[in-house]
C-alpha cells in the first residue's frame, strides 16, 4: 500500500490540539511506518488594526487537519480514535475507509502552505554515467 493524504474532521477550534494528541500517539503506538505527517492547513494573512500591518496565520480549512498516511485498520483506528478527531471526510459509514485526496489537490494545498511537495532536479540523460556521494 502507498502513503496518501486524508481530511480528517476534528472539532472545530482542536486543530492544533489534535494534531498534538495524534502525533504522540503515533510514537507512542509505533504506527510512525504508517502515518507520516499531520498537518493543519493554514496561510499568512496580513491584518490591520489600529492603524498597524501584522501578519497572522489563518486557518484554510477550520476544524480539519490532514494526515499524510498508509490506511490499514490499524491506522485508521489509532486517527479515528485520537481525541478531538470526530472522523475522516469520505468515509461512507461506520468502519468503511476513507477516500483520498487526489494528488493535485495536495500539491495545490501544500503550495498554498509555501511548503511544496519535494522535488527532485534531475539534469541527466538515460545512460549517462552519475556518481552518488
Known amino acids: 500500500m502507498e502513503k ?11 486543530e492544533n490540539k489534535v494534531k498534538t494528541n ?10 510512525t511506518d504508517k502515518i507520516f505527517r499531520v498537518l493543519v492547513p493554514v496561510e499568512e494573512e ?3 488594526k489600529n ?16 494526515a499524510e ?4 485498520d490499524d491506522s485508521w483506528y489509532v486517527v479515528r480514535n485520537t481525541p478531538g478527531v470526530t472522523g475522516f471526510v469520505g468515509s461512507a459509514g461506520a468502519g468503511s475507509k476513507p477516500t483520498a485526496l487526489l494528488p493535485e489537490e495536495v500539491e495545490n494545498l501544500l503550495k498554498q502552505m509555501g511548503m511544496e511537495q519535494p522535488k527532485a532536479d534531475v539534469d541527466f540523460e538515460l545512460q549517462e554515467k552519475v556518481k552518488v556521494k
Open 4 to 14: 496518501r493524504w486524508y481530511v480528517v474532521h476534528t472539532y472545530s477550534g482542536y
Open 22 to 31: 495524534l502525533e504522540k500517539r503515533v510514537e507512542s503506538m509505533g504506527m
Open 46 to 48: 496580513t491584518e490591520i
Open 51 to 66: 492603524g498597524k500591518k501584522k501578519t497572522v496565520l489563518k486557518k484554510v480549512f477550520p476544524g480539519y487537519v490532514i
Open 69 to 72: 498516511m498508509v490506511m490499514t
